[in-house]
């Protein structure tokens, strides 16, 4: 080669049968592999199965403890539209719990986030009835030992999911087993919009009657509003608010949104788990107090009714109007994305960015 073509760079010829250029400094490498979709199935390890294993066993436990209490509503002679609202959410929450520790065994993220969140809530709602804060009273030291027995399995199975050996696990399945089907997004998004506004129309219904009960004179009037407010709270509010939970969390981690992704999302969903706790924990409590008032005789006005009543007209204005600002939320979808969302990205970014240059032999030598 001559001194003018080391000088200038100066590429040979090209032979013939090369018919491919050699790939020049300024090409951009491809995106990165793709996991292959046909990759035997990673086994999961082996506190997925212990994990599986308490939760089943806290879930049995839990159940038992609703059915003595049913059975003794039952032979009490206090069996009624309540009763048979408890029967049918014990026999969802049995399938409900099965199914979501299904998915956890197969790797689903959502699964493991829906286990997670309901596992919580019932330690959280077992702990209030074992201290008499919240919920319906347990009945007896055996339907208390029940409850107990449910808390220590719930907690062993709630931190086996989240050890290293799981998140790895999780972290390895994840590009196959992390979204739900288009069909079954829209299916499990419709269905979680007819909650949400049924659970919406019973929070204004309750509340138009708390202020009812609260600013009437006739005994009569208060009375049935209070009456229809406790039927309403113990059939159709619990149920309403568990599943616009669970839909809500399928639709969300289970898509490209992700459940903590997005600030609007995880807005409204600590939002909606502050409104079931502040109904379980207040306003039943409230209804409840006030139905004794109601059947004790006490006065419509001056006296303890007062107290209940206007409590109860706030609580409830309280929930209507997160409920009302969720909604508002699900709409302009504000405020952009949290750190979990941005670190991804940022890593794909990296991956995919072309790489710089290099100096050619001229720029070299010059």
Wanted: glycine share 10%; hydrophobic share 50%.
């Amino acid at each position: 080669m001559s001194t003018t073509d080391r000088t200038t760079g100066a590429q040979p010829p090209k032979a013939r049968g090369d018919r491919h250029p050699p790939r020049t400094a300024t090409t951009a490498p491809g995106p990165p592999a793709r996991r292959d979709s046909t990759a035997p199935p990673l086994r999961p390890p082996a506190a997925v199965g212990w994990a599986y294993l308490m939760v089943i066993v806290a879930t049995l436990a839990a159940i038992a403890s609703n059915v003595f209490e049913i059975r003794h509503q039952v032979e009490t002679g206090v069996a009624g539209a309540a009763t048979t609202g408890d029967l049918a959410l014990t026999i969802a929450f049995c399938a409900l719990f099965g199914f979501f520790a299904e998915m956890l065994r197969a790797g689903r993220q959502w699964g493991r986030v829906l286990l997670t969140i309901f596992t919580s809530l019932g330690l959280v709602f077992t702990g209030l009835g074992l201290a008499q804060l919240g919920g319906r009273p347990l009945v007896g030291p055996l339907q208390a030992s029940l409850a107990v027995a449910s808390l220590i399995p719930s907690v062993i199975g709630l931190v086996l999911m989240y050890v290293p050996s799981v998140n790895r696990w999780m972290a390895a399945v994840r590009d196959r087993s992390r979204t739900i089907s288009p069909r079954l997004r829209k299916a499990v998004l419709t269905v979680h919009v007819a909650i949400s506004v049924g659970w919406l129309g019973l929070v204004t219904g309750m509340f138009a009657m708390s202020v009812t009960g609260a600013t009437t004179h006739d005994a009569d009037l208060q009375a049935a509003m209070y009456r229809t407010m406790s039927l309403l709270d113990e059939i159709f509010l619990g149920m309403t608010s568990m599943f616009a939970l669970i839909s809500g969390v399928v639709v969300s981690a289970g898509t490209k949104w992700g459940l903590l992704r997005r600030r609007w999302v995880a807005t409204k969903f600590f939002l909606t788990m502050g409104v079931m706790i502040l109904g379980f924990s207040v306003i039943h409590q409230l209804i409840l107090e006030a139905n004794t008032l109601v059947d004790e005789g006490a006065p419509v006005r001056g006296g303890r009714l007062d107290g209940v009543g206007w409590a109860m007209s706030g609580t409830a204005l309280l929930a209507l109007l997160s409920l009302v600002f969720m909604t508002a939320v699900s709409t302009y979808k504000p405020w952009g994305t949290t750190r979990w969302n941005r670190a991804p990205a940022a890593n794909a970014a990296a991956h995919t960015a072309p790489r710089p240059a290099r100096p050619s032999v001229s720029e070299g030598q010059s």
